[in-house]
C-alpha cells in the first residue's frame, strides 16, 4: 500500500494564493485520481477537487488541482484567499483494493 | 440532490457488536460503489472499506485495522449500505463517514460510535 505526505498546517493571508502539496511514496501519481477535500470544523468533508484537476458545481474557481509526475505529487491551489477557506484540507487517492487518505492540513488564513 | 444519511451509532462496550445504515437517496443507488469511512476525535481521515456495486461483482475491500471483524453489506431494493462491527475496540471510536463511490465524491454527516466500558 501506497501513503499519502501532505504538509500539517499552512498559513496565508487574505487574497493571496496557498498551494498544499500531497506526495505518493510509491506508484505513480498519475495512475490513480486522486481528490481534495475540505473540512471544515464540525462539518463533513465536502470535495473540492476530484479526478486530480475537476471542480465539482459550487466550487468556486479560485479552487485550482493539478499533479506533477516528476515529484510524484499532486497539488491544491487555492487563489484569492478567503477567510471562509480556512479549513483541514485532506488528499485521497486509491487503488484497486485500497483508498488512501493524507494526514490533512490545517489552513489558516491571517 | 444527492442524500446519505448515517444511522445506528451510540456507546457500546468493548468487544460488542454494532450496525450502521447508511440509507441513500437521489441517485441510482445500484450503480455505486459505497464506502465507510471513519475520523476519530481529533484526528485525520481514514479508510475503512467499500462495497463495489453489483456490476463489479459486489464484493468488498477493507483497511487492515478493521479487517475480520467489519463487514460491510449492501441492500439495493432498499438505497441502503451496511456497516457491521464486532469485536469493537476502544479505538474503534469515532464518527463513521458513509461516502459514495471510491473517490467518496458525496458525504453524509456521520454518525458517533463511542466503544468504552
Known amino acids: 500500500n501506497f501513503m499519502l505526505t501532505q504538509p500539517h498546517s499552512v498559513s496565508e493571508s487574505p487574497g493571496k494564493t496557498v498551494t498544499i502539496s500531497c506526495t505518493r511514496s510509491?506508484?505513480?501519481?498519475?495512475?490513480?485520481?486522486v481528490q481534495w477535500y475540505q473540512q471544515r470544523p464540525g462539518s463533513s468533508p465536502t470535495t473540492v477537487i476530484y479526478e486530480d484537476n475537476q471542480r465539482p458545481s459550487g466550487v468556486p474557481d479560485r479552487f485550482s488541482g493539478s499533479i506533477d509526475s516528476s515529484s510524484n505529487s499532486a497539488s491544491l491551489t487555492i487563489s484569492g484567499l478567503k477567510t471562509e477557506d480556512e479549513a483541514d484540507y485532506y488528499c485521497q487517492s486509491y487503488d484497486s483494493s485500497n483508498q488512501v487518505f493524507g494526514g490533512g492540513t490545517k489552513l489558516t488564513v491571517l | 440532490e444527492v442524500q446519505l444519511v448515517e444511522s445506528g451509532g451510540g456507546l457500546v462496550q468493548p468487544g460488542r457488536s454494532l450496525r450502521l445504515s447508511c440509507t441513500a437517496s437521489g441517485f441510482t443507488f445500484g450503480d455505486y460503489a459505497m464506502s465507510w469511512v471513519r475520523q476519530a476525535p481529533g484526528k485525520g481521515l481514514e479508510w475503512v472499506g467499500f462495497i463495489r456495486s453489483k456490476a463489479y461483482g459486489g464484493t468488498t475491500e477493507y483497511a487492515a485495522s478493521v479487517k475480520g471483524r467489519f463487514t460491510i453489506s449492501r441492500d439495493d431494493s432498499k438505497s441502503i449500505a451496511y456497516l457491521q462491527m464486532n469485536s469493537l475496540k476502544t479505538e474503534d471510536t469515532a464518527v463513521y463517514y458513509c461516502?459514495?463511490?471510491?473517490?467518496?465524491?458525496?458525504w453524509g454527516q456521520g454518525t458517533l460510535v463511542t466503544v468504552s466500558s
Open positions: 510509491s506508484g505513480s501519481i498519475a495512475s490513480n485520481y
Open positions: 461516502t459514495r463511490s471510491i473517490t467518496d465524491d458525496y
